[in-house]
């Protein structure tokens, strides 16, 4: 049998052997509803004519800063099918708000990075989760799969831990729409190069890293009932709004460190460049971070380091001499111990410590995406074993080549400056349902994965 495939069953077997370790898993901070739409071409131009072509054109050229108005939305889908890639604006005006609401959704799904990894290691893995949501309205609720997973509520003065579904009350819904479209997507001159999405967020939370009570004044006595933690949604704050919650992160890392809890950033593309900037100080506090090309050219951005940011966008696969070398850029700028890179193909994991089950982890995290990309959910654990039928990527040959020249990678792990270098070629799904939140579902398979692994040896 081929060498990775070989290794895929094993990691698959050992990581499913050992999940049950973990005791716990804190999520925060951003959770919401992700509204889905597949998008259609005669819906979509229509909508466009109507809404006045001439204007929606122009912010498919340059996206607005946020949308107030329903040719932006329309031209800021543009912005997305153009180029094929990502892109998630806030929606202010209530008007557009109720616009997206009437043009309505295909799929209604569990979104936000906290919202994601929660169904997916409490509700598939069985990986006890406590949940940061903002706002957890009826709707928000029926969307948590079973499983122990848990939200903190404060009765008589005690703590108390509650499925969502068992939670009283019914606060506001924070619904993200949604635009989902397929590679070759054709609309006017346009043709999408690859699939992906435009998000429209009506949420007024999690844009602004509402964090609510129970995480302010019961912090210690929530962090005493796990292993480990994930934090996400950093990414839609501003230089004018990000201080008050930075100040709560700060302090959330300090109860975590002090209880040897490592913690886990899941990096988000962040706009603006302060933020950005306040994200790289806050990185020391963290034992690990996650992101994709994009998001590590953008942090080598704000380093100084634009040559890199720039190889690291210039080729398909990746170049995984100029990702290694930011990483390594990375690590030695904020003593992060472990960084996980993901992309269309491959993913690296750079630490500290050394051992194959950093590999064997990121080769789990590798079936769980592609299981995610082809459904859109990953429904069980079962279905992770249905990826291993995907081949391997066969574009990454050269990515493997490269790595061996270099650094005599063997087997997928290699020695690079003090620092242990793992590499995996991914399974690739050829037609994906959807394509929002698989990048949540690598990394934290692969962070939770690992700990499993690690205390098990
Ligand atoms: P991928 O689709 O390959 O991930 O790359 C697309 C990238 O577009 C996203 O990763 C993200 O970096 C970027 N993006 C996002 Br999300 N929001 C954006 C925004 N408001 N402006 C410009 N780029 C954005
Ligand atoms: P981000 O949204 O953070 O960029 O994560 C997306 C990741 O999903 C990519 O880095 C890639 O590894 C993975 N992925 C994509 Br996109 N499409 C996939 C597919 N069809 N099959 C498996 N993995 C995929
Ligand atoms: C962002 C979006 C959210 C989506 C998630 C997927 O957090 O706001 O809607 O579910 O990314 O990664």
Known sequence: MHMWERLYASAFEKVKANIGNVRGVLLAYNTNIDAIKYLRKDDLETRIERAGKEETLRYSDELPEKITSVPQLLGSILWSVKRGKASELFVESCSTRFYMKRWGWDELRMGGQVGIMANLLGGVYGVPVIVHVPQLSRLQAGLFKEGPIYVPG???GKLRLVHPGDFKGDEESCIHYIYEFPRGFRIFDFESPRENRFIGSADDYNATLFIRDEFRERFDEIASKVDLAIMSGLQALTRENYREPFETIR??????????????????????????????????????V????????????????????????????VDPIAVTEAMLRLAKETGVR?????????????????????????????LAAASKAKLGDVPSIN?????MGVPVNEKVKPVEGTLAEEYGMRGGIAEVDNYQLAFVPTKIVAKPKSTVGIGDTISSSAFVGEFALEVSF
């Open 338 to 366: 472990r960084i996980h890179f993901h992309t269309y193909g491959y993913y690296l994991a750079l630490t500290d410590y050394r051992g194959e089950f950093v590999r064997d982890a990121l080769l789990f995290a590798a």
């Open 290 to 317: 996650g992101l994709n090309e994009v998001e590590l050219a953008s942090i080598m951005e704000v380093m100084g380091e634009k040559g890199l940011a720039e190889k690291l966008l210039a080729k398909d696969p």
């Open 154 to 156: 404060v009765e008589d």
């Open 251 to 288: 302090g959330h890392l300090e109860v975590l460190n002090e209880k040897n809890i490592p913690a886990h950033l899941e990096f988000a593309f962040t706009p603006d460049e302060t933020v950005r900037n306040e994200i790289l100080k806050l990185l020391p506090e963290f034992w690990s």
């Open 383 to 387: 279905e992770v074993v249905q990826a």
